[in-house]
């Protein structure tokens, strides 16, 4: 359920919800995915596990971000899209991402994922084969 507040009034709209599976079964390959979903990236990953191992995108471009309304905290967040065989970089640098850092309040990276098996795509962006940490 959508609830838009403006100017004193409620309104309330019913819309639906489903998974990212749901909705890319007969979609094919995918270059690249970019998610901006404040702090429900982790249920996006969840509802898009059969999407991200079955024909994964090249790339995928999240915002990892410390909230207090977030449903994961940045390590279970890094964590999942790791499990998924992305190597991860923080952007615009192409840092790999230390995934046993420590995440403080305030903290906002956005980060690329690169599948493992992407060699071509490293070669564009410069980023040699074996960076993950």
Known sequence: MLV?????????????????????????????????????????????????????????????????????SPIELLAMVDSYDYDLFTLPDLVAVDLNAEYNSGFCENVLGIHRSELSTRVILGIGQNCAT
Do not use: W
């Not at 309104?11 to 919800?17: F, G």
């Not at 690249?32 to 969840?46: P, Q, R, S, Y």
């Open 4 to 72: 838009q507040k403006s100017l004193g009034e409620v309104q309330v709209e019913r819309v639906s919800l489903s998974t990212l599976d749901n909705e890319t079964k007969d979609l094919g390959e995918v270059f690249g995915v970019k998610m901006d979903v404040e702090g429900f990236e982790l249920a996006v990953l969840k509802g898009g596990r059969e999407f991200f191992t079955d024909h994964p995108p090249k790339i995928i471009i999240f915002e990892v971000r410390v909230l207090p309304e977030a449903l994961a």
